[in-house]
């Protein structure tokens, strides 16, 4: 007699899926147009929380998994047309498990149209041992509009037994609506480089990086973002971004709540600049 293995010891293949939103202007404020969010994503309703920018739309983004796990392969694309305002956030940072070889990719598309404003702000990845992730972005933004895209990682070892991640792998490309390629900003991290003395995170734990594309006149100045996220425990340096596109700076952080702590005052610096007024908080 042959028996079969119970449900529960079969191995679960990654997942594969898309989803995306897309925001326009109607009656003075920004709404969702069209979306497709399915499992393990969760988009809530809409939120209008600034009262200088009654048209900014705000939504989390949740996962209903319990994070990314091996073999996942998600996209999520994001379409903001003429004149629109939106801010997508996480609801907490995102656990990332033990890659098997094959790791997680996350994909992300993102269009934003003139004069348009767009935020996709994520709490940092949360790189459990083995975690192997690699985060894909490709972004289209108009001349006159404004993108604020924030992501970053965190290493943790819930055994505490040195556990370290095997690789955290970034990379964002952007472009004009023609096509010409305004920024690439392509790196990886091996995990075993975190042990090693001097390593390339000089012994911090957490990084970040914040990228602003837009015209000058809606961004914050650089000295000034840079002071904001010093102010707020880490240690941060912005720069200019090649070919005139905006604003990127990088930060680096003992833990990961000292992380979110940075990048909350980056995001609402670069927003109250970008939207042309203070932003309130996005509670999580």
């Known amino acids: ?41 969760h988009v809530t309703r809409g939120f209008y929380l600034d009262s200088g920018r009654v048209d900014l739309l705000t939504l989390y983004l949740q996962s209903a998994s319990g994070g990314l796990y091996a073999g996942d392969r998600l996209q999520f694309d994001i379409s903001v047309a003429e004149g629109a305002a939106l801010c997508v956030t996480t609801q907490a940072s995102t656990v990332v498990h033990n890659g098997k070889g094959v790791g997680s990719l996350q994909r992300q598309i993102i269009d934003v149209g003139a004069g348009a404003l767009c935020a996709l702000v994520c709490d940092p990845y949360v790189l459990f041992p083995g975690a192997q992730l690699a985060i894909k972005t490709i972004a289209s933004v108009a001349v006159d509009g404004v993108l604020i895209f924030i992501d970053g990682m965190t290493c943790h070892d819930p055994a505490q037994q040195g556990g370290l991640f095997a690789s955290y792998e970034s990379s964002l490309q952007v472009f004009r609506p023609d096509g010409r390629l305004l920024l690439s900003d392509l790196g990886e991290l091996p995990g075993g480089s975190m042990a090693e003395a001097g390593g390339p995170l000089g012994g911090y734990v957490a990084s970040a990086t914040v990228t602003l594309i837009g015209p000058s006149l809606r961004l914050p100045d650089p000295r000034a973002l840079e002071q904001a996220v010093i102010d707020a425990g880490c240690l941060a340096g912005a720069s200019a971004a090649p070919n005139e596109a905006g604003v990127v700076m990088r930060i680096l952080a003992h833990n990961g709540g000292e992380l979110m702590r940075g990048l909350e005052v980056a995001f609402l610096v670069a927003g109250g600049a970008a939207a042309g007024t203070a932003l309130a908080r996005r509670r999580k």
Not at 14 to 28: I, P, Q, T
């Open 1 to 41: 007699m042959q028996l079969s293995p119970q449900s529960f010891s079969v191995q679960v293949p990654g997942r594969e899926a898309r989803a995306w939103v897309a925001v326009d202007v109607a009656g003075g404020r920004t709404v969702i147009r069209s979306q497709r969010v399915g499992y393990p994503l």
